[in-house]
T-cell receptor, first 115, second 113 residues
Framework: AQTVTQSQPEMSVQEAETVTLSCTYDTSENNYYLFWYKQPPSRQMILVIRQEAYKQQNATENRFSVNFQKAAKSFSLKISDSQLGDTAMYFCAFMKQDNNNDMRFGAGTRLTVKP | NAGVTQTPKFQVLKTGQSMTLQCAQDMNHEYMSWYRQDPGMGLRLIHYSVGAGITDQGEVPNGYNVSRSTTEDFPLRLLSAAPSQTSVYFC????????????FGPGTRLTVT
């Protein structure tokens, strides 16, 4: 079974600074997808960024980018120019490329952006 | 589009009671899932469906039943609630095979006393 590990339960960053959240995963699959989801206090799960394992180029979405290291099974999220609205729980998630719908999540990292 | 909707938002049950958590989506998505979120843990998959009439178990299916009679609806039934089922429940949907982005509902906070 696939497992996803987020080793940083809590992190903080000053507004406008850059922060990196870590994620590692364990799988024997070659084709899969990785995701970062944001969960603000409203509880809504919001997709931040997605990476296809077959793509070597790291995904970017505005201030959010990933460092995808397939051989090391690592998938970190970098948030640049942090904003107060980035304060939230961040979850790393893994899904095999198959016909099932089994998405595995890490335990999450609570990020606080300080003014 | 309303997206993925869940009712109720909050629910308190006594041990042994049964209830159904409702989930609906208006995006014509083929795949739907139910997750639970416990403190200090990520979301865990309970059951999922890859189309009307097709369901399968996820990581933590015990104590829950599902059915999928229409594309839009995917209710989750608790047959005999237990305190261990106290959690926040999320429903999610995605377009279908080959499209992996999931859309989540707002969640239902369930407390079993």
């Amino acid at each position: 079974a696939q497992t996803v590990t987020q080793s940083q339960p809590e992190m903080s960053v000053q507004e406008a600074e850059t922060v990196t959240l870590s994620c590692t995963y364990d799988t024997s699959e070659n084709n899969y997808y990785l995701f970062w989801y944001k969960q603000p206090p409203s509880r809504q799960m919001i997709l931040v960024i997605r990476q296809e394992a077959y793509k070597q180029q790291n995904a970017t979405e505005n201030r959010f980018s990933v460092n995808f290291q397939k051989a090391a099974k690592s998938f970190s999220l970098k948030i640049s120019d942090s904003q107060l609205g980035d304060t939230a729980m961040y979850f790393c998630a893994f899904m095999k490329q198959d016909n099932n719908n089994d998405m595995r999540f890490g335990a999450g990292t609570r990020l606080t952006v300080k003014p | 589009n309303a997206g993925v909707t869940q009712t109720p938002k909050f629910q308190v049950l006594k041990t042994g009671q049964s209830m159904t958590l409702q989930c609906a989506q208006d995006m014509n998505h083929e795949y739907m899932s139910w997750y639970r979120q416990d403190p200090g843990m990520g979301l865990r998959l309970i059951h999922y469906s890859v189309g009307a009439g097709i369901t399968d178990q996820g990581e933590v299916p015990n104590g829950y039943n599902v059915s999928r009679s229409t594309t839009e609806d995917f209710p989750l039934r608790l047959l005999s609630a237990a305190p261990s089922q106290t959690s926040v429940y999320f429903c999610a949907s995605r377009v279908g095979r080959g499209i992996y982005e999931q859309y989540f509902g707002p969640g239902t906070r369930l407390t079993v006393t």
